[in-house]
C-alpha cells in the first residue's frame, strides 16, 4: 500500500514539474541546470530505491526479467564503452519499470481526472498572465507554426494529447456514469485533436482497429494479438512515409489538413519538400546508419548532430525516436525492450485487458516517434504505466470475482443401494 501511495505522490509532483517548469533545458541541453535536473531526477531515484525490499523477494514475471537482463547488459556495454551517460539512462529505465511492476503501483482513474481538469485550469491561467507558449484554446499558441494549437501544458504539446489518450482509455473502460465519462472523453479529443499531431491520430487510429478487432476476433493471447503490435509498428512507419500519398496531398488546399500533415498551412510545393517536412523519416535513417557502425555492442552515447551536421536543419537532437536511439547506443541488446513491449502486451491479452493492450500500443508507436518521455521521472511514462498497473488490477479482480463456471455435462450421481426391510 506504501508504495502505491508514493507513487501516486512521484506522478502528481511529475505532474507540477511538466505543468509549471518547461523542462526544454534538460531534455536538449548538455549540461542542464543542477538544481533542476536533481529536482527532476532524484524523486524518481527514491521511488526505485524504496522498491529494492519488493525486488529482493526475487518473484518476477516474465518481463521484468527481460528488463533485469537488459539493465545486466547495459551495465556491461556501459563499462565497456566508459559510458557512464547510457547506464544511467537506460538503467533507471528499466530499474523503474520493474519497480513499477514488482510494487503494482497505480495511477487510478480519480487522480488522473483530477490532474486534467486541473492541467487545464492552470495552462490557462498562465496564458493569461503571459507566461505560457499554449493555452487550452484554439489560437493560444505563441510562435508555433500551427497557431490553432491548444495544450493543456503551458510549455509543450506533445504531453497533452498523450495525456489525452490515456484520459479517454481511463474513462472509456472504467468511468460508470455515462454523463461524466462522455464529457471527459470528449474534452480528451478536443485536447488531442487540437495538438495537430499526426502521431496521436495515427495512435488513436490504430487504438481503435485494435478495438474493432476484437469485436470480431476473441480478445485472448493468440496469434493475431501477439502480432498486432509488430504490424502497428509497420503500419506506423509506412503511413509516415507513403510517398504515393504524400504526392496526392502536395498542393492540397485545405489550411487544417496542411497544418496537421506538413506543419504548414500553405501546404507544400513538391514531393521533396512534402518528404523533408516529416523529420522522423531522417533520424531513424541516421540511427539506423550509426547501429550498422556496431551492431553487436552499439556506438554508446552520441549526439546526432555531431555525426550528421547536414541534420543541423531539420532537428536539433536525436531523441525524436527512442527505439531506434537505443539500438544505436546498445545495439542488438535492444532487441530485449522490444521483447519487453510484446511481453506487456501479451499478458495483457492473456488477463483480456483491453486498456493495457491499448496503451502499449501507444507506448510502443511513440516510442518510434519520440524519446523525451520515455524517462524513468517524466509524468506521461509514469501515468501510462500506472494506468496499465491499474487495469491490470482491476481485470485480474474481475476473473477473481468471476465463479467458476460448472461443467457442462456432469456424471449422474449415483443413486444409493436398495435396502432391504
Known amino acids: 500500500m506504501i508504495h502505491k501511495m508514493l507513487y501516486g505522490l512521484l506522478t502528481t509532483y511529475a505532474w507540477a514539474l511538466a505543468v509549471f517548469v518547461d523542462r526544454s533545458e534538460i531534455d536538449t541541453t548538455a549540461r542542464p541546470d543542477p538544481v533542476l535536473y536533481a529536482l527532476t531526477v532524484v524523486p524518481a531515484v527514491l521511488f526505485i530505491l524504496a522498491s529494492v525490499p519488493r525486488l529482493a523477494r526475487l518473484r518476477f514475471d ?7 537482463l537488459l539493465l545486466v547488459l547495459v551495465a556491461l556495454l556501459s563499462a565497456a564503452h566508459a559510458d557512464a551517460a547510457t547506464l544511467v539512462s537506460v538503467g533507471t529505465l528499466c530499474a523503474m519499470l520493474v519497480a513499477i511492476r514488482q510494487t503494482n503501483a497505480v495511477v487510478s482513474l480519480t487522480l488522473v481526472n483530477v490532474l486534467f481538469f486541473a492541467s487545464i485550469f492552470i495552462t490557462e491561467t498562465q496564458y493569461l498572465l503571459g507566461s505560457a507558449r499554449y493555452g487550452v484554446l484554439p489560437g493560444q499558441a505563441v510562435n508555433d507554426i500551427v497557431s490553432w494549437r491548444a495544450s493543456l501544458f503551458a510549455y509543450n504539446v506533445t504531453p497533452s494529447w498523450l495525456f489525452s489518450l490515456i484520459v479517454i482509455g481511463l474513462n472509456w473502460f472504467y468511468n460508470r456514469s455515462f454523463a461524466y465519462r462522455s464529457a471527459m472523453i470528449l474534452l480528451g479529443m478536443f485536447f488531442l485533436v487540437f495538438s495537430a499531431s499526426r502521431t496521436a491520430l495515427l495512435a488513436l487510429g490504430l487504438c481503435i482497429t485494435f478495438l474493432g478487432c476484437t469485436r470480431v476476433i476473441a480478445f485472448r493471447e493468440r496469434t493475431f494479438y501477439k502480432m498486432f503490435i509488430p504490424v502497428a509498428l509497420v503500419a506506423f512507419v509506412l503511413m509516415l512515409n507513403a510517398e504515393q500519398v504524400l504526392i496526392l496531398l502536395t498542393g492540397f488546399d485545405n489550411p487544417l489538413v496542411n497544418a496537421v ?3 504548414s498551412e500553405e501546404g507544400v510545393a513538391n514531393i521533396d519538400q512534402a518528404s523533408t517536412s516529416i523529420v522522423r523519416t531522417f533520424i531513424w535513417a541516421q ?11 552499439g ?11 547536414e541534420f543541423a536543419t531539420v532537428a536539433s537532437s536525436g531523441t525524436e525516436s527512442f527505439l531506434t536511439g537505443l539500438f544505436a547506443r546498445i545495439g542488438i541488446a535492444a532487441v530485449l525492450f522490444v521483447v519487453f513491449i510484446l511481453q506487456v502486451a501479451n499478458s495483457a491479452a492473456r488477463h483480456r485487458d483491453h486498456l493495457s493492450f491499448s496503451l502499449m500500443i501507444i507506448f510502443a508507436v511513440t516510442s518510434l516517434a519520440y524519446g523525451s518521455y520515455i524517462v524513468p521521472y517524466d509524468f506521461i511514462f509514469l501515468a501510462m504505466f500506472g494506468a496499465m498497473n491499474f487495469s491490470r488490477g482491476r481485470c485480474l479482480q474481475a476473473d477473481a470475482d468471476t465463479p467458476a463456471r460448472a461443467p457442462l455435462m456432469e456424471a449422474p450421481t449415483p443413486a444409493p443401494p436398495a435396502t432391504g426391510n
Open 62 to 68: 516474465r518481463a521484468s526479467i527481460t528488463l533485469l
Open 261 to 263: 500533415l506538413f506543419r
Open 287 to 297: 540511427h539506423l546508419q550509426l547501429f550498422f557502425q556496431d551492431p553487436l555492442f
Open 299 to 309: 556506438v554508446g552515447t552520441f549526439n546526432l548532430l555531431d555525426t550528421a551536421p
